[in-house]
């Protein structure tokens, strides 16, 4: 009879130990095939939340199936006290594995709200965007101009939310003068500053920004941007041109870019 029972409860160990094999092959499979997302989303992780509520979250909208296996898939990797504020894109089809990897990463978020400080020779303007996950693209919120339009309600709110980016967007062709004046029309920067950088100093580009930032370090990292274009060009330079440095060239160019009014 010992022996009958010992037959049986080997058995049904056997089974048991198949079954939790079965289950741990499951499991990890649905970790990291593609999702049940069928489009993208933006995921909020607000500052002092865990890694159950994002991922209640993220079941509740359909990105996982399962908010548990997500928590153990990214405890089991080591994952869950790295969790990062911000607002994150989710992309279509996105499996738990690639989904823990976004909210853990770091660095800027990848969704939201921008804010873009822009630039240009005619005026200076604030444009408010958010990004649609359907398209990936910016839709336009909100836009004025500092020095004359009231502040729109839209502008105050984003400027409120700790995961919104900044970025200033010089326009070619404008002046340091210009660039000094309209970094000065921008609240979220600090600092005075005192001298106008040479003409042609400063390379026309995107900055990202950040609230409290220098305006003097803004405009220093304008400065080292333009040398390193400048110094790349004339590197490349044909041979032959009637120019002795890097600025006489520069100051061609300008005069060119002026005058035609054409980018050939």
Not at 47 to 66: C, H, I, K
Request: net charge negative; aromatic share 6%; glycine share 8%.
């Amino acid at each position: 009879m010992w022996r009958h029972i010992a037959s049986n409860a080997l058995t049904f160990l056997v089974v048991i130990v198949f079954l939790f094999g079965g289950v741990l092959i499951w499991a990890q499979n649905t970790y990291v095939s593609e999702g049940p997302l069928d489009q993208a989303i933006c995921v909020q992780v607000d500052r002092g939340t865990n890694f159950r509520r994002v991922s209640e979250t993220l079941a509740e909208d359909g990105a996982v199936s399962s908010a548990a296996l997500l928590r153990i898939g990214a405890d089991y990797a080591g994952k869950t006290a790295e969790l990062k504020a911000g607002s994150f894109l989710v992309p279509e089809g996105a499996s738990m594995e690639q989904i823990v990897d976004i909210v853990t990463r770091g660095g800027a978020s990848t969704c939201g709200t921008e804010v873009v400080y822009r630039v240009s020779i005619n005026r200076a303007t604030v444009q408010v965007r958010e990004l649609d996950p359907a398209s990936g693209r910016f839709v336009e919120i909100a836009e004025f101009n500092p020095a004359e339009d009231e502040v729109p309600a839209a502008y105050t709110e984003v400027k409120a939310e700790a995961d919104t980016r900044y970025r200033v967007a010089l326009a070619e062709g404008v002046t340091s003068w210009q660039i000094v004046q309209e970094l000065g029309q921008i609240d979220i920067l600090d600092g005075e500053v005192e001298d106008i950088p040479a003409e042609g100093s400063l390379a026309p580009d995107s900055y990202e920004i950040t609230p409290g930032d220098d305006r003097t370090e803004l405009l220093a990292r304008m400065e080292t941007a333009q040398e390193r274009i400048l110094a790349e060009a004339w590197a490349n330079r044909q041979d032959g041109l009637p120019y002795d440095s890097p600025e006489e060239a520069l100051i061609m160019a300008s005069i060119i870019e002026k005058e035609t009014g054409t980018p050939e």
